[in-house]
């Protein structure tokens, strides 16, 4: 008598082709999931880069928008580099006019650092403000016509500019 013994299990073949087959799943799944994590710390670096827009144009709007010190009362245009020679001292929104970092977002006030030395973690950002006299309303219609201190607060971050606008009125 002659029996056939039937054996289960894979063949090579089907071995190799499972391998193959989850082989390439598996690299799809890491190629996504590392596409996500690079990417996950983007929204965190334009959240900071609007927080120091922020902060700069809440500073700056908070400045009286005449020269407290005898300037002219209505302006035609801000010059550049501000009145007095460091920004801890200006108190005026003129006096932001034409300031800028190139190096990094910088102590002014000291406290946690140095004054003039770079945040840490900061030294990709830059900031370049600018102040415009603008002849519209900003948004009143009680004050149409009124000149009104347009301040444009941009911050450059590693992952672009990001810009932010307000408007300053003695009133």
């Known amino acids: 008598m002659c029996t056939t013994e039937r054996q289960s299990g894979f063949t090579l073949i089907e071995l190799i082709i499972f ?3 989850v082989s390439a799943g598996l690299a799809g ?5 590392n596409t996500t994590v690079a990417a ?31 300037g002219p009362n209505g302006r035609t245009a801000c010059v550049s ?9 200006w108190d005026d929104v003129c006096d932001y006019h034409g300031y800028q970092t190139t190096t990094g977002i910088v102590y002014v006030f000291g406290g946690e650092g140095p004054i003039g030395s770079v945040v840490p973690g900061l030294g990709s950002y830059n900031i370049s403000p600018s102040v415009q006299v603008a002849q519209q309303d900003p ?20 992952q672009g500019t990001i810009s932010l606008t307000g408007y300053r009125a003695n009133y």
């Open 81 to 89: 580099g501000g009145a007095a020679s460091t920004r801890s001292t």
């Open 29 to 33: 799944i890491l190629s996504v999931m």
């Open 40 to 70: 996950s710390a983007d929204p965190m670096v334009r959240k900071q880069a609007v927080a120091i827009a922020e902060s700069l144009l809440e500073e700056i709007l908070l400045k009286d928008a005449t020269d407290p010190n005898g």
């Open 139 to 158: 948004g009143s219609s009680d004050l149409t016509g009124v000149a009104a201190l347009k301040v444009t607060v941009s911050v450059t971050s590693p």
């Open 19 to 21: 391998i193959v087959v």
